[in-house]
């Protein structure tokens, strides 16, 4: 049997990049900036006064023949209309890449090596590469999805990494601790070799959500390209790159090929990142670019650091994660949100529905399980199954109606969240747990009014100011 007749065709999804475009132009996801701009600020300004709304596509970049397209997955309608699917769909789709992995498929063809370029490379000059904020260091590629195939165990990773042009074919690469191509980075460095590296700007849907993972939900013994297809029920077609020894996925706008040198840094940074301020500058190693590919008509796209769409590429990502390990441990756990405000990263609501004596008190397991599931998570509130966990209002109502401080808030002193929080000390904060639940034996007291769901017919509804002055006596 074929791995791809293990999945039905309800469950295949097309997440190629022109395709979740065209999904999107269909929705009216996706709106055409026609006026000319410039790279330097003006776009990226002009991507965050529109930020949570439809994608915009640029395509009159002063000095490029190439559009900018951004704020792609910046909200939950434009995710939706990308992936064709409800939100509920997407999570689903997360959670069958990370439990039924599809190894990539090898093509000989691919629409993103139509065109080879590996003589003067000039990157500034060759894409339009954009000047973020006024306080950046320069100019930052940031949604290139970067992949490599581990020296030592020859496992796949794809991850995102904000590159910094500091040279016709060079940029400065951003590695934090931990993550998975700093390991491998390392490693090769021992070595004393160069790191192989492809980096994909404008790729696979599927690809850049599985780029979006991090620790616990894809462990180092995961490949990303594999739980790609996963997501999407088909193999991800890849082909070999042209200078270098890996796979680079077919369906990509652009493509960097090139490696990081074990023994050169340069400073980069700072930069406006997710948490709304600047990283502060430091070393960093350095990717040399030995080969760039891209399509006919190629688009960039291009990711405000400080946006939603940067806190939004992991929001189903982690909750899918989280309710994984949730409703293994707590089954009385039937849903989760990792809110906005608290950039779908640090602070979720979990949704539990107590039905026996028994389940009393396993609310408050799940907000530690929770904390343990997801280090980054520092507040977790837990309400009833009658609250709408996506209404801020309704959460709100909770915390006003049924959370009695003195008993039902507690801290978790001292524990590892991340590092950019600055109220932190590197990383080290207070984690906050809310019971906003109803006792079990009380649930009958603290049920709210019912009002009669009648259907309102529009026409019977009138504004008309001769009408309403006619019925007021005027």
Known sequence: MKVTEMISNSEVLDTSFRCSLDRMIAGGRLEAYTAPIDTNLAVAGVLKKRDGGPA???????????????????????CEAAFGSDFRGIRNAIGRALASPIPP?????????????????????????LFHTAEDAGRFITAGVVIVCDPETGIYNASYHRLQLVGPNRTAVKLDYGRHLRLAFER???????????????????????????????????????????????????????????????????????????????????????????????????????AVTHRDRPLYQAINGYSFETTMLR?????????????????????????????????AVLQVRKSTAQHEGLQRNAILAAFGALKDLDLIIVVDEDIDIRNPHDVEYALATRMEASRDLFIVPD?????????????????????????????????RCKFLDIDVDPASISSDLGLLNEYLGR
């Open 105 to 129: 498929v090898v093509v000989a063809r691919a629409s993103a090596q139509q065109h080879v370029h590996t003589d003067k490379i000039d990157l500034s000059r060759m894409l339009p590469v």
């Open 188 to 290: 090769a460095k021992r070595m004393g070799v160069p790191l192989p590296i492809v980096v994909c700007i404008g790729t696979d849907l599927a690809l850049q959500y599985m780029a979006a993972t991090m620790g616990s939900q894809m462990p180092e013994h995961a490949d990303e390209l594999a739980a790609a297809g996963g997501f999407c029920g088909r193999p991800l077609a890849v082909v070999k790159a042209v200078t270098q020894d890996l796979l680079v996925p077919a369906d990509t706008e652009i493509v960097l090929e090139g490696s990081i040198l074990p023994d050169q840094t340069i400073e980069e940074g700072p930069f406006g990142e997710f948490v709304g301020y600047l990283s502060p500058a430091g070393d960093a190693p350095i990717f040399e670019v030995t």
């Open 415 to 447: 524990a590892r969240g991340h590092e950019y929080i600055r109220v932190g000390q590197n990383g080290i904060r207070a984690k906050v747990g809310i019971d906003a639940t109803i006792p079990i034996e009380e649930k009958a007291r603290f049920r």
């Open 315 to 347: 929001k189903y990502v982690l909750e899918a994660s989280l309710l994984k390990v949730l409703q293994t441990a707590v089954p009385i756990v039937i849903d989760a949100e990792m809110t906005g405000g608290g950039l779908h990263r640090f602070h």
């Open 56 to 78: 915009l596509l640029f395509t009159a970049v002063d000095g490029y023949d190439v559009p900018v397209v951004g704020n792609l997955l910046c909200c939950q309608p434009n």
